[in-house]
């Protein structure tokens, strides 16, 4: 089973602050080839996006410049965007590809 990558856009009072669909296509291109199927959330909604993004393996909410890195429900970090792709590549890496 693929890596399932979920992109939702910012809401429209805060549209234009984060390019979702950008950060999602590196996101997935990162992690092709990945021996683990994981659900991701890219969010661009600070108002509903950490919710979104606890619900799935690897996740970002997104605004205001910065991402909010979630990783099996919880904060891991809070980022500038970036380094939104870099950090949330770097987790899958260290905890989802077997060593």
Do not use: H, W
Request: charged share 20%; aromatic share 4%; net charge negative.
């Amino acid at each position: 089973m693929p890596t399932k990558t979920t992109a939702v856009p910012s809401r429209p009072r805060t549209i234009l602050q984060v390019d979702v669909y950008r950060l999602a296509e590196e996101v997935t291109a990162g992690l092709e080839g990945l021996p683990v199927p994981l659900r991701v959330a890219v969010m661009g909604c600070v108002v509903n996006g950490p919710g979104e993004a606890r619900e799935a393996d690897l996740g970002v909410s997104a605004g205001n410049g910065n991402g909010q890195i979630f990783v099996r429900g919880e904060v891991v970090a809070t980022v500038p965007e970036s380094r939104i792709v870099e950090t949330l590549l770097d987790e899958a890496m260290r905890r989802y590809v077997p060593v």
